[in-house]
């Protein structure tokens, strides 16, 4: 059983090359930066840039010349590799901040966490202030997050068809678009690329100027909600931008593949999706519950503030219109409770957003539902179990078990999170609330974590933030080989 959970010498070889390739790959892409640089004339920042593209291509270019290879990825590995790239490439992609001397180095890497993972917590304390080109690197670092960064680099990698599909698994991704998933894996970054554009146009012709347009459809689409403005989207006081910004961000928090299907002119799935009527009955009933209760000083622009909210815990992407004090002071204890409700609940699986996901709550519900109608049938019927989510699927009892242990794990991981923090922080509303978020990969923040917090709390954040990323089971998994091998490690010493 013990070799079961460990790596041999050849996987952990590969492990290293392929993330060689990942660096090289980082690298290239921290050079972009400079070109904003240049623009906005802020020169300053172009040896930062320079200094971590190069630290990443020749660290890169080390673990792919030293290490080999020469085996495929079975899933056990490549769901290591999966949550091993993810820290790799946050400490590198937060070396533009530490070397600018923006952030220390803790804060760096919470800030290119955040980034990576599309949450969009910050620990710069006054965004107002923050230079074009580290908002730049800020905005992109959610874009590429958004899409995935194995999903990404497999679209310019030349590899296996099995370790491409073992590794597009390990990120959380199980659905194809078409039967190869390297055809699939472009299809994805096409429609990504795609509804940049489209993103940019709308936050354009809402009003919004060039790079503030840019940034914000890096941010909205990938549903990261990382901001310019201290006040976020509140700070433009703009009816269409907040719509358009809706817009978006339902765009990113939905299945690629309904996007494929919808863009084939098959546009009636979308309705007859089981993620579809998951998110528009959450949203619904959520904005009007939200809007009633909230305070009475909002007045008749209780809607506007509710739906906006509402759709930005849904969509996991974090946008505010609302402070963080006015969300603890002014809306009320239901009205926070159900945002907390929606930013675990999540997004659309197979898209840009974190949460437990539309399609596991709608297969949660489904399963309640035939389990009591088979005690209501006599004892030889059998209950149908399908539901419609891109084509007609069914459903095992394997699929229910599955999705019963994420859900279990999840709430698992954000209790143990919540009960860390009360030891901080005594605000058991603001704990509750900003756990939900860390770990839903949200950002909707009450003002609780910022540049001052403790470490210890920050520490728990980044934790949330990659497992809620990884969707957890490539995380335990890694976890439990790490634990196996010290313990092997000890033991062997302990006899020497």
């Known amino acids: 059983m013990d070799y079961l959970i460990r790596l041999k010498r050849r996987e952990l070889s590969l492990i290293c ?10 690298g290239l892409l921290m050079l972009i930066p ?8 802020e020169t300053r920042f172009i040896l930062p840039f320079l200094y971590s593209s190069g630290i990443s291509i020749l660290i890169g270019f080390s673990l792919y010349r030293i290490f080999k290879g020469e085996v495929e990825f079975s899933l056990k590995s490549a769901m290591v590799f999966s949550a091993i790239i993810w820290l790799v490439v946050c400490a590198l992609g937060a070396l533009p901040y530490y070397f600018s001397g923006q952030l220390n180095y803790l804060d ?7 980034g990576f993972t599309t949450t969009g917590f910050s620990m710069f304390p006054n965004l107002d202030n923050v230079p074009y080109t580290i908002h730049f690197w800020r905005g992109f670092t959610q874009w590429i997050g958004g899409i995935g960064i194995i999903v990404l680099a497999l679209s310019f990698l030349s590899s296996s068809g099995s370790t491409i599909m073992r590794l597009y698994l390990a990120e959380g991704r199980d659905e194809r678009i078409l039967p190869s998933i390297k055809h699939t894996v472009k299809i994805i970054l096409y429609i990504y690329l795609i509804y940049t554009g489209i993103s940019i146009i709308l936050f354009l012709m809402a009003g919004m100027p060039l790079f503030d347009s840019i940034f914000y459809s890096f941010t909205a689409l990938s549903t990261g909600g990382f901001a310019i403005y201290n006040d976020s989207i509140g700070h433009y006081h703009s009816l269409w931008i907040e719509i358009a910004a809706m817009v978006v961000m339902f765009l990113g928090a939905t299945n690629f593949a309904l996007h494929y299907t919808i863009l084939r002119g098959r546009w009636r799935e979308y309705f007859k999706d089981i993620e579809t009527k998951v998110a528009y009955s959450f949203l619904i009933f959520g904005t009007v519950v939200v809007a009633i209760f909230l305070h009475p000083s909002y007045g008749p ?18 946008f505010q219109t609302v402070s963080g004090a006015q969300i603890l002071t002014q809306w009320m204890g239901l009205g926070i409770f159900m945002l907390i409700i929606f930013m675990i609940a999540g997004a659309g699986s197979c898209s840009t957003g974190g949460g437990m996901k539309w399609l596991r709550l709608g297969l949660m519900a489904k399963g309640i539902y035939w389990e009591i109608r088979s005690f209501l049938l006599p004892e030889r019927a059998r209950v149908p179990t399908m539901i419609h989510h891109v084509t007609d699927m069914v ?12 859900v279990f794990n999840y709430l698992l991981i954000y209790a143990v999170s919540v009960i860390v923090l009360l030891f901080y922080y005594p605000n ?25 917090s403790p470490t210890v709390t920050k520490l728990v954040f980044i934790l949330d933030f990659w497992v809620g990323r990884l969707e957890i089971w490539p995380v335990l998994l890694s976890v439990t080989i790490a634990m196996n091998m010290l313990r092997r490690t000890l033991k062997r010493r302990s006899k020497t």
């Open 17 to 26: 090359h392929q993330t060689g390739h990942i660096c090289i790959l980082l």
């Open 34 to 41: 400079i070109i904003v640089a240049i623009i906005y004339n």
């Open 108 to 114: 760096a890497y919470f800030e290119a966490m955040s």
């Open 301 to 318: 622009a209780s809607l506007r503030y509710s739906i906006f909210q509402v759709v930005s815990a849904l969509t996991t992407t974090g």
């Open 395 to 406: 459903v095992d009892d394997k699929l229910l078990k599955l999705t019963g242990l994420f």
């Open 428 to 452: 058991i509303g603001g704990v509750l609330f900003e756990v939900a978020s860390a770990m839903g990969n949200v950002g909707l923040t009450s003002g609780l974590m910022t540049s001052t």
